[in-house]
C-alpha cells in the first residue's frame, strides 16, 4: 500500500534554495498523477507542481521557471522531488506531496489525491 513519507523543507533568505522529497513506501508511483501542493495562513491551497504517470509536467504561474518537479523511479523507493530555486517570501507555506491513481491528466480537485505526505515546512524570510 502506498505511504507517502516527506523529507527536506525547512527556513532560507529570499533568493536561496530548498529541495523537497517525497518517497513512496509502497510499490511506485506507476499509474499516478503525483503533485505538490502547499497551504499557507490566509491562502487557499494551491497546487504547484504535477507530474503525469507518462511523465507530462505540469506548474502553476507562481512558481513556473523557479521550481522544477522530477521523479527518480529507479531508486530503492521512487522518490519525488520539488527543487525550489529564487525562493520567495511568498513562497512560505507546508508544502505537501499526493498521489491520485488516474491514467492521463492530473486532477485539478485535491479531493481526488488519495494519497499525501505528511507536510514540510518551507519559511522564506525577506
Known amino acids: 500500500q502506498e505511504r507517502l513519507w516527506q523529507f527536506g523543507g525547512g527556513s532560507v533568505q529570499q533568493g536561496g534554495s530548498l529541495k523537497i522529497s517525497c518517497v513512496n513506501n509502497g510499490d511506485s508511483f506507476r499509474g499516478y498523477c503525483m503533485r505538490w501542493f502547499r497551504e499557507a495562513l490566509g491562502r487557499e491551497q494551491e497546487g504547484v507542481a504535477s507530474i503525469t504517470s507518462d511523465g507530462s509536467i505540469a506548474y502553476a504561474d507562481s512558481v513556473r521557471g523557479r521550481f522544477t518537479i522530477s521523479q527518480d523511479k529507479a531508486a530503492s523507493r521512487a522518490t519525488l522531488y520539488l527543487q525550489m530555486n529564487s525562493l520567495k517570501p511568498e513562497d512560505t507555506a507546508m508544502y505537501f506531496c499526493?498521489?491520485?491513481?488516474?491514467?492521463?491528466?492530473?486532477?485539478?480537485?485535491?479531493?481526488?489525491?488519495?494519497?499525501w505526505g505528511q507536510g514540510t515546512q518551507v519559511t522564506v524570510s525577506s
Open positions: 499526493a498521489a491520485a491513481r488516474v491514467s492521463g491528466a492530473c486532477p485539478a480537485d485535491s479531493t481526488e489525491f488519495s494519497y
